[in-house]
């Protein structure tokens, strides 16, 4: 008999233990690399300028200095009303795109409802093939006439057919008989769904949520198209806006374009202002990720499993 010691409760050979160091250590290991580039943005970011341009990145600072995070909130209240406008659309884009297609998904996955087949095609249809950006432009511009208002921004992302798939194959998963159960105790369809079925399926809801809540934070490009007045740009937008405003100054400069007593007055990071404006961006959402993060691999798994 194999020789066997107590690990925790549980007794274990040393040969699963030996593997579970190595696992443990791989892992670890992962982690660390995922972890390093993180590290040395945000090191990156209380660098000078001038020691990024002649040393490169590091983990730690060099030459510390906060003259990129000046830039950034050089009008505090600019950068204030762009975060606000993207937890506003974040928020209710992902309130109603997890109503939507959590209501969607449960319609096709009943059995029951003849013509699932049919619409699901159509949704289906809709990742092999698109439309192009004019028509779409068009549609948003004059069609629905949303040039320069929020729902340019909110609707293009309220519905993914990949998310349905996730949330249509979790619904699928559940046991028929939770469905059954429900109408002889004389519950409706939308009771059945929201007392029933959705608490059932938190790790979708979650997995889908944080998918969405992703794609409306870092969504820049269709503020880009439809929205021209600053006041209503999104966070990750407004950022771009600055680099590109220092890109731009810095061109000028080299091209003699400008007085360089003029350039010389004001603060142009351009490396570690990147570095600070990765910071600014992706903090809240990664402060978020933790308290998904049980959900999400429970979602992700069967969502990839799943048919």
């Known amino acids: 008999m194999a ?5 925790g409760k549980v007794k274990m050979g040393k040969d699963q233990i030996l593997l579970n160091i190595l696992a443990y250590t791989f892992c670890g290991v992962v982690a660390l690399f995922c ?8 090191s990156g970011s209380f660098s000078s300028e001038e ?28 950068v204030v009303r762009a975060y606000a406008t993207t937890i506003g659309l974040t928020a209710v884009g992902t309130t109603l795109g997890l ?84 109408k002889i105790d004389g519950c409706g369809e939308f009771m059945t769904l929201f007392r029933i079925v959705m608490p059932l399926i938190k790790p979708a809801l979650a997995t889908v949520g944080l998918f969405i809540a992703l794609a409306y934070w870092n969504d820049w490009y269709n503020a880009m198209l439809y929205i021209s007045e600053e006041e209503m740009y999104p966070l990750q937008y407004f950022l771009y806006e600055k680099v590109n405003n220092i890109e731009a100054y810095k ?17 142009l990071p351009s490396q570690t202002l990147k570095m600070a404006l990765t910071v600014v961006v992706t903090g809240p959402i990664v402060l978020a990720y933790p308290l998904v993060q049980k959900y999400f691999v429970q979602g992700i798994t069967i969502g990839a499993v799943k048919g």
């Open 3 to 7: 020789e066997t010691i107590k690990y």
């Open 99 to 182: 109503l939507l297609q959590t209501m969607t998904a449960y319609v096709l996955s009943r059995k029951d409802f003849e013509w699932r087949n049919f619409f699901s095609f159509f949704f289906y249809f809709t990742t092999l093939f698109s439309g192009g950006l004019v028509p779409y432009y068009i549609l948003i511009t004059q069609t629905l006439n949303l040039k320069d208002n929020y729902l340019a921004m909110l609707l293009p992302l309220l519905f993914s057919v990949y998310n349905l798939l996730i949330m249509k194959s979790y619904i699928t998963a559940l046991p028929e008989s939770l469905i059954d159960a429900a």
């Open 251 to 267: 061109k000028l400069l080299a091209n003699n374009a400008i007085s360089s007593s003029v350039v010389s007055s004001m603060s």
């Open 35 to 42: 972890l390093v580039p993180f590290i040395m943005v945000v």
């Open 51 to 78: 020691a990024i341009t002649h040393n490169g990145f590091s983990i730690l600072p060099q030459d510390f200095s906060l003259e990129a995070y000046k830039t950034v909130f050089k009008e505090p209240m600019v």
